[in-house]
């Protein structure tokens, strides 16, 4: 295939007024299908959130936002992202720079290993994890052998065993975009600041970093918005102990049946991972972040 | 040097035949650009002509038009006396070579050829012999199996070519099919799709940019600009004989001189222009504006006789040597005047800053009426 | 200090990848225990397990309902998605860029929350089939997989092909099936692919559509695993890794992985 535009084959983009065309109807099935089952759904259900018995109400968020037991949930929530995230970058980042300084067929093969885990059922691995959590489980045989610990301890149901699990479904959507960043930066800006008498510490706040920021943020993004609405890993690995908003709004429909409260709680979700595209999307657009 | 005026072949015959493409008063709008105006042409049966025009000028446009892959907003095309206007692109039978040949890269080259010979479920055994025909034809033979992303750009041209005409069409569309091409092979592609179809006697409709691809390869040139035709002849009506100044300027070199008319009689006029009085044949007001076109290689230095020659003094600008010729730039005071003089033998101690006398013939003069700059 | 520096991040990298295969390398042993209980290290060997993967009934029903239902949206999402993707790359609609965000943004919206929307309207509208339901919520799963990579298969195509193969006597619809299928097949093969697994695997859209007898596999899964956690779950995660794995290598034989990979 040539990338070279066919002169008979008219460009597509540069049209100053749209003309309609008989041919635009194929778009038609896929458009109708996405707005009927797609935005139709999302947007009654922002609907449904202002709606009680009643009718027209805020008594969804009166409740979720004026009771602390949610105002804690959502805190808790935010607090796994933003851990899961901060984890996810500490390892990801030297990994992925790893991975792409490697050359070769190593570079396919440890990227095939770290891409293999994503294709993976989010259930198999968590299943797997709470095997490993277990008293008699692998990490207990390790913490033990190793000498870290006298006797096997409870790892299930705890903290721990929630951010190890976490950072283990979610460190490959941090460590691709971070990947695929860092496999354009050319090496020799480094050198060149090297050779410039830069420490190596200096070279890596003022060079590296914000040439890989636009990676950071795509990953801190995914990262942070698949967490903060995670719920698989967390209902298995610490279940009702740690709840968040994804456990309240499961509970909500399938146990307790408050429609209100779990519209209230998803279009809160909504908001949280909008605001979060949105402000990735400005990030990335203002190069440098933090600078401006 | 003046033969282009006099020797002006007999190429009337064709347009007395019944038009084989008639394109009448077509009328193409995008958004709010007309991008073809009321465009007319006919096209004799078997005939060669070129589309030439600058850079969107409508050219592709039409080409798209005539193949249906657009419609037009307003007038008819017609082809053998059918009216093709309302008929769907594929049931046109009109064969299309592309600018980048748009091959199919998941078909073999005999798969390519025989796509369209498929397409109109042509049999099997009949579709071995038309494709080897049809590699026959562009001397392609050796090449049946490979892969078309396997080839070079004048084999890819060649594909494309026996592609669009193994289908027998009733008019063949080519789209700058050598602007991919470097000019060496450029020029031997010419003359082989030329004699090609002349062999097979398709009528063809050729899109190009370069002016000299026109003048070799045409029956007749229609010089096109901003959605209108300006002048349809023979490449010698088209050089020799513009019948306008936008012609006369975008076919080959020009020299032009403003001027104003003085007097006109037995059909020609007089013109005073920056080189001095100037005749040629036509008819305008005395007063009137106009431009005085001369084709570089129809001036010689030196006096000629009064009653068939125009000449005048100048002063060189500059010389510019090609080895077999000179070109000698002459300047005035006035912008936009140019008098460009091509000479084979460069006369003795000419430098910039000598005057010189030139002369032409009268009948190699053309006059057209002044673009009006009016408003300024 | 600089080759420390790196030695550092090889290590790390190590470290990541045996960390990443942990869990799966964790299930894969558990699934040859001859060990009812998850002991580590296991005692001994057998596969009594996958022999027992026979009887149970339950998930194979739930391996046989997502299968169907990832291959169905899969295919639906191919063909709405890719008639939508030549709109938008030629150009034939306003706004493309804006459709072309909205058909790929159920990517980009907490599953739960999806799942949630699917639900009411579904309740609203009267739609009381689980299986139509859960249908169309996953080509909706599907739809911005299959958006991604045709929509970059695409803007490397050269349509000028389609109109050569109309003017070889295919109508527009013949055209686009003999010429731009095959080219751009390496696009629908991963996308495709992705777009399986993304069905397949979908846990937070579908626990809001299935019922007690209409179960897709990580439900299924999950409930057992929550329920009655025995190696039989482990066996049979075995063989969906198994089945991933044969499917990417199939894939990778056809297109490059490299390629499928750019996410
Ligand atoms: N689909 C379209 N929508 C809007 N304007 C168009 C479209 N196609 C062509 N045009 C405009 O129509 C005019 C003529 O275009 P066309 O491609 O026919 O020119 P051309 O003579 O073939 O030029 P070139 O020599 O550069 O190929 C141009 O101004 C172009 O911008
Ligand atoms: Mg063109």
Redesign the pocket.
Known sequence: MTLARD?LT??AAP??RWQFDAKALIAAPGLVFMALAFAVPVLMLVGDSFVDSEGLSLAGYRKVLGDPYYIGIIGNSLQLACITTAVCLAIGYPAAWALARIRGVWQVILFALIFLPLTVSIVVKTFGLTIMMRRDGIINFLLVNLGFIERPMRLVFTEFSLYFGMVNVFLPFMILPLYSVMRMLDPRLLDASASLGAGPLHTFLRVTLPLTMPGVIAGGTLVFSISVAAYVTPGLLVGDRFMTMSQVMAKAYLNIRDFQLGASMAVIMLVISAALILASSYLVRAPGGEKR | MSQHATAMPPATEMHQEPSYLAVSNVTKR??A?T?LDSLSLSVGRAEFVSLL?P???????LLRLIAGLLAPDQGAIEVGGRDLTRVAAHKRNIGVVFQNYALFPHLTVAENIAYGLRAKGVPKAEQAKKVGDALGLVRMEAFADRAVTALSGGQQQRIAVARAVVVEPSLLLLD?PFSALDRKLRETMQIELRHILRNLGITSIF?T?DQDEALVMSDRIAVMNEGRIEHLGTPSEVYARPKSLYTMEFVGQSSRMGGVVKGSSEGLVEIDTPFGLVRAPGHFMSGSRVIVGVRPEAIAAGEGPAGEYNTVRGTVAEVIYFGSRTLLHFQTAQDGDRLHVELNRLPDQVAPGSAMTLRWRIDDSRVFPAPTETGR | MALFGSLFCRIVLGLVIAFLFMPILIVLTVSFSSSAVFAFPPPGFSLRWYASLGNADSMLQAVWLSSQIAALSTAISLVLGTLCAIAITRGMIPGAKAVATFMASPLMLPGLVLGIAFLQAARDFGLRDTYTTLLIAHVVITMPFIMRTVLASLSLFDFAMVDAARMLGRSYPAALWTVLVPNILPGFVSGGLFAFIASFDNYPVSIFLVDVRTKTLPIQLLNQVEMSPDPTVAAISALLILGTIVALIVCDRLVGLKRMASI
């Open positions: 002169n008219m460009p049209v100053s | 995008f958004g650009a991008v025009g850079s969107g000028c409508g050219k592709t446009t700058e899109v940019h």
